[in-house]
């Protein structure tokens, strides 16, 4: 069960969430991301609070997009899922095809636009999803684990990538991730969870270098703590 | 076993030299069939996809209903057509026993819990993976439904050849509201019954060597869009 008693999520940074399996990490994404309700207390997105359904939600859930560990493709060639939010957006046509090419281009999978996404790597079909997430310039980006099943060459990319649509947009980004190490490179603020409670929040200097909690400390040594 | 065989060459004979009576049963047959699908298809394939995105527990009971249909004895199609469709039923005033359009109504029957039950799985298989990327992408309802269908369209296909394969070899429920009218209802399995009573093997012959091949490429269409569904 999560139990977050309050969390603030600032604009424009990178946010890292790590903690053990069974934390409530990937839940508070998807309560995030607008997929699911919180069962108790409200949710605010720019100062508005998030209703249940109708058009706000649907306005806010636009601003935002989320990469899964295992990213779903559809069954279409990768062109089509690329542009898929910007036709669920009503872009035009030129548009459409102008913005889908440059983000195939800034994933480096213009050689495969017109294969079938499905018959493509992990490692691309990563970054077919990233590519799906960045032409949207949305304001948030919630990324579920997005390098656990890559190898290192591909985490190189998707976090090359990450950054970029970081600088490029001010897009803020939320990351759940195992890899201690990732979150370090990448974080500004670390967010600790432990049994569905935040434990710490805080810039990655000080949680990696001066924890408060000895619980923290523990699991960025690599203790197992339970 | 010389009969047999006689009667197997004799088939072979009246295929190749393209027997009208056996080409119109065929004909009949095919457009029965072809009709009753199609039917089925428009009512089933929507029912299959709303209920396959209602949560299981809601549509429970519906759904073993459905399950329960999909093994309805054709011969009991049957009579609840005839039932219905005799002079002594609510549709007797429409004339329809024993014509062509009783047995594509006896065979929608047949064929609407077959293509509504595979359809019910494949989008609920689909949903769950499909509905969360769709919706993360801005999808609005409507486009999110749209996807869930069009993911899986090759499943929901193989429905559909399914209920054709069901319908195309069934017996009892075209004899029952159809007749076996030489000329007007007689279709490849009634033909087949009183061919086979009347001594007649070859044609019974060729009419079931007509229809093994149907079913073969039913079955050869059936394999290779499930090949497709798995490779997928």
Redesign the interface.
Known sequence: MLSVDKLVIEKGKIYGIIGPSGAGKSTLLRIL?L?EPPSHGSLFFNGMPVTKAGKQV?DM??K???V?QR??L??TSVYNNVK??LR??GYAKKDITRLTNIALDEVGLTEFTNRNA?SLSGGEAQRIALA?AMV?EPEVILLDEPTSNLDPANVAIVEKITKRLHEKQGTTVIMVTHNIFQAQRMADEILFFFKGKLIEQGSTDKIFNNPQDDRTGAFINGEMIY | MTEIWAGLLQAAKLIVGLDRELLAIVFLSLKVSTAAVTTAALIGIPLGAFLGMRPSVSVRWLEKLINTLMGLPPVVAGLVIYLLLSNKGPLGPMELLFTPMAMITAQTVLAIPIITGLTLVAVRDKHKEIRDTAVTLGASQQMVIWTIIREAKRAIMAAVVAGFGRVVAEVGAVMMVGGNIQGNTRVMTTAIVLETRKGNFEFALGLGIILLIIAFIINSLLYKIQGEVRNH
């Open positions: 991301n997929l649907l859930r636009r935002m997009t989320m899964f990213p779903i559809f069954d898929y939010g669920a957006r499905r799906r949207l």
